[in-house]
Structures are given as C-alpha cells and as structure tokens.
Nanobody, 123 residues
Framework: QVQLVESGGGLVQTGGSLRLSCAAS????????LGWFRQAPRKEREFVAAISWSAGSTTYRDSVKGRFTISRDNAKKTVYLQMSSLEPEDTAVYYC????????????????WGQGTQVTVSS
C-alpha cells in the first residue's frame, strides 16, 4: 500500500511559477511510476506528467512541455512538479498518482492517488 500526500498548491498570477511536491510512503519498487494529473471544474481528469522511479525517464502532455518539469528524489520518496509560465488554463486540482507498473509514455494506470492540491492562476 502506498500513500501520497501533495503540497505546494496556491494562487499565482499569469506567468508565475509554483512547485508541487508529493511525498510517498510505503514501498516504492523499481517498476513504479509517479505522475501528476489535474482536473479543472466541469472537466475530466487529465494526465499531466510522469516519471519512472528507477530510470527517471519523463513524459508530458503537449500543453505543458517546456513549462513544467517533473523530477523525483528517491531518497526522500518525493516527486515534484515545477510549473513555470503558468496560464489561467492551468487552473485545476492537481493530483499525485502512483502506478505499480509503469514503462514510460503517456499510458499511466494509476493504482494510488493523493488527495489533490488546488492551483489557481489568475489573469
């Protein structure tokens, strides 16, 4: 069993930056992937970015490429999402997720979810 706790959300102006953190507890094996999803009001939850726990390979949705960076600290069992050049369209609840078997790419089957953290970008 893995527990995920996000932090770092908040209110920021257009063009600003935020860094989200997700602390994991429990056993994280080398086959795991950690990722970020987001859900805006009245929209479906969507994939944002993911990172493989062992190799550190990353993948992003097209709309955040060049603006968001996902990284991880294996010793702290924490994954980060550095968000820059934020736009109002990035406003959403951001969820951390863990996949027990992740082999890269946009296919990320989440086995565990965090509780979410709100990110609001004002225009």
């Amino acid at each position: 069993q893995v527990q995920l706790v996000e932090s770092g959300g908040g209110l920021v102006q257009t063009g600003g930056s935020l860094r989200l953190s997700c602390a994991a507890s429990g056993r994280i094996s080398s086959s795991y992937g950690l990722g970020w999803f987001r859900q805006a009001p009245r929209k479906e939850r969507e994939f944002v970015a993911a990172i493989s726990w062992s190799a550190g390979s990353t993948t992003y949705r097209d709309s955040v490429k060049g603006r968001f960076t996902i990284s991880r600290d294996n010793a702290k069992k924490t994954v980060y999402l550095q968000m820059s050049s934020l736009e109002p369209e990035d406003t959403a609840v951001y969820y951390c997720a863990a996949s027990e078997r992740y082999y890269g790419g946009n296919y990320f089957l989440s086995d565990y979810w965090g509780q979410g953290t709100q990110v609001t970008v004002s225009s």
